[in-house]
């Protein structure tokens, strides 16, 4: 399994970014993908996720309406996009793979993990 995110950066307040998690191996067809976050000295949170083919997906509570996440089952690649981002969405955002085709909130739900994309928000 190769799990490959991009796309985080340096963004003002209100601006948006987005990220991409491209599955090389294809190892997520069948399988939901979620994104988590690690900020500095806290503990990895879950932000979104979203069902094997895309037809359910699951936010954060802090993210909901700001953050979109989809998947182009063609690309193997799963996206995130953050609008009106916040000073506290700064973090290390991951992609993982999930253990099944429904969307897990927990890390325990998750097998399989990208390497992470620093997102710094300047306030």
């Known amino acids: 399994v190769q799990l490959q995110a991009s796309g985080g950066g340096l963004v003002q307040a209100g601006g948006s970014l987005r990220l991409s998690c491209a599955d090389s191996?294809?190892?997520?067809?069948?399988?939901?993908v979620g994104w988590f976050r690690q900020a500095p000295g806290k503990e990895r949170e879950f932000v979104a996720a979203?069902?094997?083919?895309?037809?359910?997906?699951y936010y954060a509570d802090s993210v909901k309406g700001r953050f979109t996440i989809s998947r182009d089952r063609a690309k193997n690649t799963v996206y995130l996009q953050m609008n009106s981002l916040k000073f506290e969405d700064t973090a290390v955002y991951y992609c993982?793979?999930?253990?099944?085709?429904?969307?897990?909130?927990?890390?325990?739900?998750?097998?399989?993990w990208g390497q992470g994309t620093q997102v710094t928000v300047s306030s």
């Open positions: 979203i069902s094997w083919n895309g037809g359910n997906t």
């Open positions: 191996r294809r190892t997520a067809s069948n399988n939901a």
């Open positions: 993982a793979v999930g253990l099944r085709s429904v969307p897990q909130t927990q890390t325990s739900g998750y097998i399989y």
